[in-house]
């Protein structure tokens, strides 16, 4: 392959047209081979060791043994997870954290692990070296209440009456984001009836704390937590604390009663509360403390949603279970990559795709978001299979534009095309939820009441969904991409959103994928779309960043720890395929496709890439909640180093260096 690459000067590797076709091919071949019968993509979703572990634990929590074969083989997944630390951390290869290694340690010796074996006596030993289990998180806090561990006074008070309190109090649900919302809600009856897990077997970590469980009665500052807020909602916290005995009982009784309602309405058939594992296993519990049976309609589908989560891998003897699943969003990739590809198969693969989509289309639920824009018609796609109440922006932008990427195509080969209701209805939707900041949130509008991320039940400091400038860069990308006059009030705000997002050094924030490599990429692509030409000062300055944070080796990475509490900026890393990618197509959609970076890094793709066609990625590279929650989206390496080949292929060939569409 070395024999096929020619110099463009000054060390640069440039990669021949064949070398280039040849990667393209092999990429594409796979990832058409990987379609599901009905069209759609679906590639595994992995966290870190909390989700695992919590599993295992629910099961104990509900008074029953999990199956042998998986407790088994997570444990295998719990054990090869484990740091060089000796506890577990959020990402691969990443720093130590106390609540997830607490998790992780009380999951393995629920499954039977010896507490002497080496691996827990060094997990015990970090957990020890890093404060003891007495310095966990609140939802860990929360669970380790539930099996006894601490007294329910080392959480943070939360009444169920939350469930009553009027809008326009300083706290209410369609205060806070989606998952913060779903996951609250069951939490809450938990909280107020003070659950206790039936754990048959009297499982307890006592030896994991550097003091007597029981004296455990207040929790650590959160560090995001800025003065006064830390000391107001800590008096408050204090006066509920005094004040929640004496509610009264019919009120604390018609609260929960609302709150099973809330739950029951949305509990999403076999893709579950919010379609997401903690909200999911909130609700099994919930159900169980309140005695309804497992027989029960209602509860049998809950549980069986979460079991739906497992991803069984029997080459490996190993098992975890994923926060939720991403189908929507690995097939809406996928078309716009498969879009670049370019043959007729991939043509036709993409039409079988937009079938599937096409009938994903949320088009009769007004769900929460609603409460913020009620004369808005529903259009949106949620993440997941089925998540009505909750569709999500970025998907339903992404989503759209390939659509109408894709529909002159189509129609011109014969094939379906008739998306013009789905594109107009998606569109209507996407444009309804801008917030009045010129932004989009992921799931709300204008969800920006900042001063409840510092609630003491919030130490994780992600109990809201504000606008971003990744989603944003999609939302312009779409409006643009359909015609959007660039004068208009919409298209004027959302490009001055991101101009003033823009960091000093040219970067991006990106809320949902790691980190400023993805926030740049996700913004350029907007920019593009809406006009801005590559001499404007921002696309410069974005291409000039991209370029000095490249790797000697031509690709890009970056670290998850660029989330930092002061959010100090990228920090370097090891290159992966992901943020390579991201790199790239970030610099061809400011007009750089001819930089020698642009090559570099093209070269590092195909050099890169593996026997089987594809790049092979164990670091995480998507955004969960910062600082707190990371993702590996297995389909990551796969479709974004294709996208990026096959659209510098492209437009190298083009009389065109610009990119046409909005992604």
């Not at 594409?28 to 060791?49: I, K, N, P, T, Y």
């Not at 989560?309 to 078309?335: G, M």
């Not at 924030?509 to 913004?523: D, E, I, K, L, Q």
Request: hydrophobic share 40%; charged share 20%.
């Amino acid at each position: 392959m070395e024999a096929d690459r020619v110099g463009t000067g000054a060390g640069k590797a440039r990669v021949s047209e064949g070398v280039l076709q040849q990667a393209i091919d092999r990429a594409a071949r796979v990832l058409m081979d990987s379609q599901a019968a009905d069209g759609h993509w679906v590639f595994d979703l992995e966290a870190d060791a909390t989700i695992p572990a919590e599993y295992i634990l629910l099961k104990h929590h509900l008074g029953e043994e999990p199956d042998p074969e998986i407790a088994r083989r997570i444990g295998n997944y719990l054990r090869r997870i484990q740091g060089d630390h000796g506890g577990w951390p959020l990402f691969f290869k990443g720093a130590f954290n106390i609540s997830a290694s607490v998790k992780a340690y009380f999951a393995l010796k629920a499954i039977g692990d010896d507490i002497d074996a080496p691996h827990m006596a060094r997990a015990r030993q970090a957990i020890h070296d890093n404060g003891g289990a007495a310095a966990s998180n609140v939802f860990t806090r929360i669970l380790l209440a539930q099996f006894g561990a601490v007294p329910w006074t080392a959480v943070p008070v939360m009444p169920v009456e939350i469930m009553l309190l009027p809008r326009w109090f300083p706290f209410h649900l369609t205060k806070i984001s989606y998952w913060a919302r779903t996951v609250i809600v069951p939490l809450l009856v938990l909280m107020a009836c003070q659950s206790k897990a039936k754990n048959p077997r009297n499982l307890r970590i006592d030896e994991l704390f550097l003091v007597p469980a029981h004296q455990v009665k207040s929790w650590p500052k959160a560090p995001h937590v800025k003065k006064p807020w830390g000391e107001i909602f800590g008096a408050i916290d204090r006066v509920l604390r005094l004040a929640q005995p004496l509610f009264p009982k019919k009120s604390r009784e018609k609260a929960i009663e609302k709150a099973v309602a809330f739950t029951r309405e949305r509990l999403n058939g076999e893709d579950g509360l919010g379609a997401i594992y903690p909200a999911m296993a909130n609700t099994v519990m919930m159900f169980d403390l309140l005695g309804w049976s497992p027989k029960h309609p209602e509860v049998a589908t809950a549980r069986y949603a979460i079991e739906k989560l497992l991803i069984i891998d029997e080459a490996a003897d190993e098992a975890f279970c994923q926060p939720c699943v991403s189908p929507v969003w690995d097939t809406s990739l996928l078309c716009h990559a498969m879009m670049e590809v370019g043959t007729d198969e991939a043509l036709e693969r993409t039409g079988k795709a937009l079938e599937w989509l096409k009938g994903e289309q949320i088009l009769d639920v007004k769900g929460d978001w609603a409460d913020q824009r009620p004369n808005v018609r529903p259009g949106g796609w949620a993440f997941q299979y089925g998540n009505d109440h909750y569709p999500d922006l970025d998907d339903t932008a992404v989503v759209v534009m390939a659509f109408n990427r894709a529909q002159p195509q189509l129609a011109a080969a014969g094939l379906p095309a008739d998306y013009d209701t789905t594109v107009a209805r998606g569109a209507e939707w996407v444009e309804g939820l801008q917030s009045r900041n010129g932004g989009w949130g992921a799931f709300d509008a204008d969800n920006t009441h900042y001063h409840l991320n510092y609630i003491p039940f919030s130490d994780h400091g992600a109990l809201l969904d504000p606008p971003t400038s990744d989603v944003t860069g999609r939302c312009l990308g779409m409006m643009a991409q359909l015609g959007a006059d660039k004068d208009s009030p919409a298209m004027k705000e959302a490009v001055a959103y991101l101009l003033n997002e823009q960091e000093k050094d040219g970067s991006w924030f990106g809320r949902w994928g790691v980190n400023y490599v993805y926030g740049t990429w996700s913004a350029l692509n907007g920019l593009n779309a809406a006009g801005l030409p590559p001499e404007h000062p921002a696309m410069k300055k974005a291409v000039e960043w991209l370029v000095q944070i490249q790797n000697p080796d031509g690709g890009w990475g970056e670290d998850c720890e660029s989330y930092a509490l002061d959010y100090r900026g990228y920090q370097p890393f090891p290159s992966t395929a992901s943020q390579t990618a991201w790199a790239l197509l970030g610099l061809m959609a400011a007009g750089a496709v001819d930089h020698p970076a642009v090559a570099r890094g093209i070269e590092w793709l195909t050099r890169n890439q593996g026997g089987d066609g594809l790049w092979k990625e164990e670091f995480y590279s998507g955004g969960g909640f910062p600082r707190i929650f990371y993702l590996r989206y297995h389909g990551y390496s796969k479709y974004f180093p294709l996208w990026a080949l096959a659209r510098y292929r492209n437009l190298s060939n083009s009389n065109s260096k610009l990119v046409s569409v909005g992604l």
